[in-house]
């Protein structure tokens, strides 16, 4: 892998921020994402240092956690990374899972203004570039949300805040009540269902649209084939169900032609995926989420071989 890798930088919607087209997704340091059931398995420490050292050498600069991802263990060891190393990345994280014994639901202003004090806490920073609401929260007026949100943005403790599974009638409503500068929601090849009505919102309103699971829980490596059983320690062993749709003799026949297509144009599969999203001008960032650091090749194929427009399209054909 190249010394620095060439990522431009995009503006975060509205905010004053730029934030880089590729950011290291933490989601599996400590557990695999928010399943309870899976806190402290995933990377170990050694492992997640090991991958945000091969990644902050590489120029990915931005690291992406959550209050949930591995029960508090992600932002922790990203925070024990950082006094090790003595340096600073840009850093995403995220509340509403359960992570308390609260009473108050996920996004009331009182619980978020915790969560964040605990998320500070755990990295050892005193405030996080970009907060995000993890999720939509039916009993929690958006209006409070936000209103929190704006409080914090106020006091420093926030640079820039958004959310994250939010659908295009939650965004609107998120947009009527404050001003989120960014949504992070999955796409990718085979999860394009915000291509309708998120994307075009985010263009018209200056949102920027972040992408997370970009390459589909490890779907669109290649490294599932018909017939054959889930490679041992993969997405599909450990937390299959957020992915169960992709089991489908219509998928095999889809990732079948990228294949031949990758292979055609000397790509690998993982490389053609993410360049299809980073060829797209509406997507702002790309978080991805290896999980050894070899696994960043196909990160540096797209950037060093972006995908031109009829490439793109080719590939969207797919």
Known sequence: MSATLPIERRQLGRSELTVPRVALGCGNFGGVGSAPELFGQGLGQDEAFALMDAAFEAGIDHFDTADAYGGGRSEEMVGAWMRRRGVRPMITTKTFNPMDEGEDSGLAPERIARQLESSLERLGVESVDLYLAHDFDPNVP???????????????????????????????AALAAGAPSAIQNEHSLLARGDEAAVLPLCEREQVAYLVFSPLA????????????????????????????????????????????????????????????????????QVVVGPGRPEHLAPVQEALERPLGVAEREEVGRC
């Open 142 to 172: 958006l209006s409070e949300t936000v209103g929190a949100f704006e409080e914090l943005l106020g006091a420093g403790t926030i640079r820039a805040y958004g959310v994250s599974n939010f659908d295009a009638e939650q965004l609107e």
């Open 217 to 284: 829980g490890g779907w669109l490596t290649g490294k599932y084939r018909r017939g054959e059983a889930f490679p041992p320690g993969s997405r599909m062993t450990q937390r299959p169900e957020p992915y169960a749709v992709f089991q489908s003799g219509a998928t095999f026949d889809r990732l079948g032609r990228l294949a031949a297509l990758a292979q055609r144009a000397d790509r690998s599969m993982a490389g053609l995926a993410l360049g299809w999203l980073l060829a797209d001008p509406r997507v702002t």
